[in-house]
């Protein structure tokens, strides 16, 4: 059948249910206890056994999704599933109050119900409740995907995650280690004295990273206003108020395209320290990941497609230059040369290249020869300048900056400075990048003057580090792609069907 005839015979099913006397969208489910709770509690069968189930004389009342029914003459079997367990219900016509079993003659597989009745086992060993009562909830008027093969089609799966959820076991196992990994790095900083904040989500002026921004507009002060690409400029602004550790988990909106890596909404977690450098955030997001690794998945060694990832601190640390060295199998000392960068840069067919900077073309270079090749936790530290507008420059040689950011599994995890927090250094890089934006890059930062002006009261050496929290659910639960970690990922439209383009 198709979906608007199966609906029909639902809805047909329904008005049934009403003839019964039957309350079809009861404002609340009778329920004692919850199917994991039950799972968890009595999964022993050597322990739990038939009889010592019955000797408890529990009587429990459970709310699930019908997944499965099987009739067997006067008795009747029907799956019942709630946050990603099954317990079976156990129907007998002489055991059910009227009109149970009327009810379940009208039940399809999607609907809800709440049955109630004690605790059992079955000569197979399976837990099951030996139904007296029958709740009937929600009626599902459109059919889950097909039984066996679950929901396979990615699009549909993306699109519809709520029927993704109910069909594939893996994936709701999925979200749910999202939730307990956002919990342990919530935990991880509280632990270290970290203090949770909230800053803006639509700013006058989007800055704190080079991205294109989302716009939109305040109609009572008639101004426009940014969706925010980064919340470093404010966390900054909270320590020049005398916090000495802050972090934001929150989300950051950037104008950019859509890949296995990139969503236009993603998590962050950003985080500064009054007091701290570098080599300090190195430390802590080392503490942090292993300890993460080992809480929520159970190991510091896990799988990363057919490789096998390991979380145990320290993680490798590399500079850009010998990165670029190492992984293109370059002469090191070429990159020191500016005729020989142009021209490596020209060899691997990078864009503009007379037009850019040695420091940009370095930053293409590696994009080039190493990014994806980073597989184990990596730190890649000191670069240019010119990549990074809010950076403190490296002792002795001002071309380079204080930075890191941490590649695992061949992707950019996290990124961290040295930050800078001299007033006139900063403004001359906001120069720099507003000069970019009128050679027509769209991407450069604008200048904050309130920022500015809040360096100028006295910003302390600080440390300050933004992690990819999407990108960090991806590779600890081996997930290939960005839409695997993100309940709603945004999605191009959708093409009109063949009678909707005649319509």
Same mark, same amino acid.
């Given at each position: 059948?198709?979906?608007?005839?199966?609906?029909?015979?639902?809805?047909?099913?329904?008005?049934?249910?009403?003839?019964?006397?039957?309350?079809?969208?009861?404002?609340?489910?009778?329920?004692?206890?919850?199917?994991?709770?039950?799972?968890?509690?009595?999964?022993?069968?050597?322990?739990?056994?038939?009889?010592?189930?019955?000797?408890?004389?529990?009587?429990? &009342?459970?709310?699930?999704?019908?997944?499965?029914?099987?009739?067997?003459?006067?008795?009747?079997?029907?799956?019942?599933?709630?946050?990603?367990?099954?317990?079976?219900?156990?129907?007998?016509?002489?055991?059910?109050?009227?009109?149970?079993?009327?009810?379940?003659?009208?039940?399809?597989?999607?609907?809800?119900?709440?049955?109630?009745?004690?605790?059992?086992?079955?000569?197979?060993?399976?837990?099951?409740?030996?139904?007296?009562?029958?709740?009937?909830? &929600?009626?599902?008027?459109?059919?889950?995907?097909?039984?066996?093969?679950?929901?396979? /089609?990615?699009?549909?799966?993306?699109?519809?995650?709520?029927?993704?959820? #109910?069909?594939?076991?893996?994936?709701?196992?999925?979200?749910?280690?999202?939730?307990?990994?956002?919990?342990?790095?919530?935990?991880?900083?509280?632990?270290?004295?970290?203090?949770?904040?909230?800053?803006?989500?639509?700013?006058?002026?989007?800055?704190?990273?080079?991205?294109?921004?989302?716009?939109?507009?305040?109609?009572?002060?008639?101004?426009?206003?940014?969706?925010?690409?980064?919340?470093?400029?404010?966390?900054?602004?909270?320590?020049?108020?005398?916090?000495?550790?802050?972090?934001?988990?929150?989300?950051?909106?950037?104008?950019?395209?859509?890949?296995?890596?990139?969503? +236009?909404?993603?998590?962050?977690?950003?985080?500064?320290?009054?007091?701290?450098?570098?080599?300090?955030?190195?430390?802590?997001?080392?503490?942090?990941?292993?300890?993460?690794?080992?809480?929520?998945?159970?190991?510091?060694?896990?799988?990363?497609?057919?490789?096998?990832?390991?979380?145990?601190?320290?993680?490798?640390?590399?500079?850009?230059?010998?990165? #670029?060295?190492?992984?293109?199998?370059?002469?090191?000392?070429?990159?020191?040369?500016?005729?020989?960068?142009?021209?490596?840069?020209?060899?691997?067919?990078?864009?503009?290249?007379?037009?850019?900077?040695?420091?940009?073309?370095?930053?293409?270079?590696?994009?080039?020869?190493?990014?994806?090749?980073?597989?184990?936790?990596?730190?890649?530290?000191?670069?240019? #300048?010119?990549?990074?507008?809010?950076?403190?420059?490296?002792?002795? /040689? /001002?071309?380079?900056?204080?930075?890191?950011?941490?590649?695992?599994?061949?992707?950019?995890?996290?990124?961290?400075?040295?930050?800078?927090?001299?007033?006139?250094?900063?403004?001359?890089?906001?120069?720099?990048?507003?000069?970019?934006?009128?050679?027509?890059?769209?991407?450069?930062?604008?200048?904050?003057?309130?920022?500015?002006? &809040?360096?100028?009261?006295?910003?302390?050496?600080?440390?300050?580090?933004? #992690?990819?929290?999407?990108?960090?659910?991806?590779?600890?639960?081996?997930?290939?792609?960005?839409?695997?970690?993100?309940?709603?990922?945004?999605?191009? +439209?959708?093409?009109?069907?063949?009678?909707?383009?005649?319509?």
């Amino acid at each position: 059948m198709q979906p608007n005839q199966y609906r029909d015979v639902r809805l047909e099913k329904l008005e049934k249910l009403k003839a019964l006397g039957l309350e079809v969208w009861p404002r609340k489910a009778q329920r004692t206890h919850g199917i994991a709770q039950l799972a968890e509690t009595y999964t022993d069968a050597e322990t739990w056994t038939n009889e010592t189930l019955e000797g408890l004389g529990l009587t429990v &009342s459970v709310m699930g999704r019908v997944l499965a029914i099987r009739e067997m003459g006067k008795s009747v079997f029907a799956h019942l599933t709630e946050n990603g367990e099954k317990l079976q219900a156990f129907f007998r016509m002489n055991d059910l109050a009227e009109p149970g079993w009327e009810v379940l003659k009208l039940l399809d597989m999607g609907d809800f119900v709440s049955v109630t009745g004690p605790l059992m086992r079955t000569k197979t060993g399976e837990l099951s409740v030996r139904v007296k009562e029958v709740q009937f909830l &929600s009626k599902a008027l459109l059919p889950l995907p097909e039984k066996w093969h679950g929901l396979q /089609d990615k699009e549909q799966r993306y699109r519809q995650r709520y029927l993704d959820l #109910i069909s594939n076991g893996e994936v709701l196992k999925t979200f749910r280690t999202r939730s307990r990994i956002v919990s342990t790095v919530r935990r991880f900083m509280e632990d270290q004295g970290y203090l949770e904040v909230e800053t803006p989500m639509m700013q006058p002026i989007p800055g704190g990273a080079t991205a294109r921004p989302f716009t939109t507009h305040h109609n009572a002060l008639d101004m426009d206003l940014y969706l925010r690409v980064a919340p470093e400029l404010y966390l900054k602004r909270l320590i020049v108020g005398g916090f000495e550790k802050v972090f934001e988990i929150n989300r950051n909106f950037r104008n950019e395209g859509l890949s296995v890596r990139h969503n +236009p909404e993603f998590t962050m977690m950003e985080m500064y320290e009054a007091g701290s450098d570098l080599r300090d955030m190195m430390t802590l997001t080392e503490n942090l990941l292993s300890t993460v690794a080992r809480e929520v998945m159970g190991s510091e060694q896990l799988p990363w497609g057919e490789q096998v990832i390991s979380y145990a601190a320290p993680f490798r640390r590399l500079s850009m230059k010998d990165a #670029i060295a190492e992984y293109g199998c370059i002469d090191r000392q070429l990159l020191e040369d500016e005729a020989h960068i142009r021209a490596l840069a020209k060899a691997v067919h990078v864009e503009q290249v007379d037009k850019k900077t040695d420091g940009m073309l370095l930053g293409d270079l590696f994009d080039h020869h190493v990014e994806k090749q980073l597989i184990q936790p990596t730190f890649i530290t000191d670069y240019p #300048i010119e990549l990074s507008p809010l950076t403190k420059t490296l002792e002795g /040689d /001002d071309r380079f900056v204080d930075r890191f950011e941490l590649f695992i599994g061949g992707m950019e995890l996290a990124n961290a400075y040295s930050e800078l927090n001299d007033p006139i250094d900063q403004m001359g890089r906001f120069q720099a990048q507003m000069d970019e934006r009128e050679a027509g890059n769209d991407e450069a930062m604008q200048l904050d003057q309130d920022f500015i002006t &809040s360096l100028e009261h006295g910003l302390p050496p600080t440390g300050g580090e933004g #992690i990819g929290i999407d990108r960090l659910v991806m590779v600890l639960t081996n997930s290939a792609s960005i839409r695997d970690v993100i309940l709603f990922p945004l999605m191009r +439209p959708m093409k009109p069907t063949e009678s909707e383009e005649k319509d």
